[in-house]
């Protein structure tokens, strides 16, 4: 009998509720991963701080299932780490997990270890990959921080560095490097403990995948993933050809750091071609990498631009995987900054500074390209209250302490329809790593934090505007010092706007003195504090997008009312009158329209 039409709409309607099903039990995989490593983790930088990521691929190494991953983590980089282990063991067997933090293979930077598990069927054959992201509270570098920005290469940075180092054999663990690790890093049994829940989350993901399998079948599982990619590269095409052709060049630059007493520039040539669905990002005219640990690894240089076009497009509906990424080409080079480093350049700070003068300047070019899509810079990040603290805690006899911690950084940049997200942290995390509570911080650590607040007249004016910036202070308690490590950008050079946006504070560090006087901090910096000392932190705001003569006066009057904008700025910036009849605060709209007349003449 002929297939009709109507046979045919009802097999691809099965067809298209079948692959929803099976995509959300792929997303609840990754997510089960990430809510035991989240739930069982015992450092704060991610039991509290959420500093992780969980992710699902192919046996052919590409990504299809992440959850709420940190992008800067897993766009890009997994599958190279996944070819690197089938690349050094070739005969992969069930119970077999993988170490591997290598930056010159695929990783971010040596803080964030993986465990990679082959998920391997009863007959043997290689089905999928998962892979946990954690990112240490200390990894073995020379200095007790994870982010060594002086580092003038690999060795001076000091990382354990593990390719694709197998730490278990049919489920039992290696036990020489478990000792490796557990006698360079600082806190051995804070990281034993994470080791753990990392791992845990990887089998955890290996047996739900199991399981999957013998339920719908392996054949119709490798049927979903080409129909979920195909569909997800369609989404991608939809979402180019909304914007228009054209070709920009946009610069950014890292602030001066050690190792780059001029900064480095950042030059991004973006291509969109709408009627062919491509989008390029060419970074290869960059400068050669730098004696600084500001260096990007592969995995973070291509995906820092995959994060910009991804933010870009504002259509939330396009699935980040390896379907969709077949539609953007990301031009790199070797021994470039922003490109594939050479070892033994360092990339220790490889996931967040330079990484983020990519991205944003790829979101501005589309906002340059295309008016009404891309958004501004989102601030640049990691000053103090970002920073690694360590020393020795009086409160359980002196034992030692190290980790990261998030007490203050916002960052978030206006968009075409809104304004910046208050606690983005950075571009690259797109807000899934989370603020620290105080009282947290200082149940765990010998911290008291004596001052945490938004900052007013900080934030990138616009027609929607870029985040304020957060004041934090903190130090140790009595009986205890502390060293605070910290590698701030954006203390030069800050958050652009787009569209005629205005740029976010810059970023500040202080120390607070005995007699409560303030000195000056360099951007990157280790600080010593005694009881009665404190460091002083104030974050980047974030850029602003279009002009803020066009902002809704109310939206302007909810911020003045908030304290995050004074009444003067409100005036003389965003040109809204605002009169006060003793009770209320009210826009005097007749005023405000002569104001600004005169303000855009």
Request: proline share 5%; charged share 20%; with cysteine.
């Amino acid at each position: 009998m002929a297939v009709t039409n109507v046979d045919q709409r009802a097999g691809w309607a099965r067809e298209g509720v079948r692959m929803a099903i099976i995509s959300n039990r792929m997303e609840s995989i990754a997510r089960k991963m990430q809510n035991t490593l989240f739930r069982t983790a015992r450092s704060g930088v991610l039991n509290t701080a959420h500093d992780f990521s969980c992710v699902v691929l192919t046996a052919d190494c590409e990504l299809l299932a992440s959850a709420e991953s940190l992008p800067i983590h897993t766009l890009i980089g997994p599958d190279i780490m996944c070819r690197t282990v089938k690349k050094y063991h070739p005969e992969l067997q069930a119970g077999d997990c993988f170490l591997h933090n290598s930056p010159y293979e695929g990783d971010s930077h040596a803080a964030d270890h993986c465990l990679i598990v082959p998920v391997v069927d009863e007959g043997g054959t290689l089905r999928f990959f998962v892979l946990a992201k954690a990112h240490q509270a200390d990894c073995g570098n020379s200095r007790p921080t994870t982010y060594m920005g002086h580092a003038r290469d690999v060795y001076e940075e000091g990382a354990l560095i593990f390719s694709a180092a197998k730490i278990q054999s049919g489920y039992q663990d290696n036990q020489d490097l478990i000792r490796m690790c557990r006698a360079r890093i600082r806190v051995p049994e804070q990281w034993w403990g994470d080791y753990l829940a990392t791992l845990g989350a990887v089998r955890i993901g290996e047996r739900e995948l199991l399981q999957l399998g013998q339920e719908v079948g392996w054949e119709t599982l490798e049927q979903y993933a080409t129909g979920w990619f195909d569909y997800s590269e369609a989404k991608m095409v939809e979402a180019i050809r909304r914007l228009p052709s054209g070709k920009v060049t946009v610069h950014s630059a890292h602030d001066p750091f050690p190792g780059v007493p001029d900064g480095i520039p950042v030059k991004v040539d973006m291509t969109i071609d709408a009627e062919n669905a491509k989008i390029t990002v060419d970074l290869t005219d960059n400068i050669d990498c730098q004696p600084c640990g500001l260096n990007l690894s592969e995995g973070c240089a291509r995906t820092a631009a995959m994060v910009g076009i991804y933010n870009g497009i504002l259509d939330h509906s396009v699935p980040a995987n390896a379907g969709s990424f077949r539609r953007v080409d990301v031009l790199l080079r070797e021994n470039c900054v922003v490109g594939i480093p050479r070892h033994p350049h360092s990339c220790s700070v490889a996931t967040t500074n330079l990484a983020d003068r990519v991205s944003n300047p790829v979101q501005r070019a589309i906002a340059e390209i295309a008016p009404g899509f891309g958004m501004a810079d989102t601030g640049p990040i990691m000053p103090p209250a970002m920073g690694v603290i360590s020393g020795k805690d009086p409160r359980h006899g002196d034992a030692p302490f190290v980790n990261q911690i998030f007490l203050g950084a916002t960052g978030g940049a206006g968009t075409p329809v809104t304004d910046g997200f208050l606690s983005i942290i950075h571009v690259g995390n797109a807000g899934l790593c989370r603020q620290d509570s105080i009282e947290v911080d200082e149940l765990h650590h010998p911290l008291f934090v004596r001052r945490r607040s938004l900052m007013a007249d900080t934030e990138g004016a616009g027609t929607f505007r870029g985040a304020p910036s957060v004041y934090a202070e903190f130090g140790p308690i009595e009986g205890c010092t502390m060293e605070v490590l910290y590698t701030a950008d954006g203390t030069v050079n800050p958050a652009e706007g787009a569209q005629g946006g205005g740029p976010g504070a810059l970023s500040r560090a202080f120390k607070r003195e005995l007699d409560g006087t303030l000195t000056g901090l360099p951007a990157c910096h280790g600080v010593k504090l005694a009881p009665g000392e404190y460091v002083v932190s104030h974050s980047s705001g974030g850029g602003g997008y279009g002009s803020p003569l066009h902002r809704d006066p109310a939206r302007v009057l909810h911020d003045v009312l908030e304290g995050w904008v004074s009444r003067e700025r409100a005036s003389d910036v965003y040109g809204v009158v605002l009169v006060e009849d003793g009770i209320t605060l009210t826009v005097d709209e007749a005023a405000t329209a002569r104001l600004r007349a005169g303000l855009a003449n």
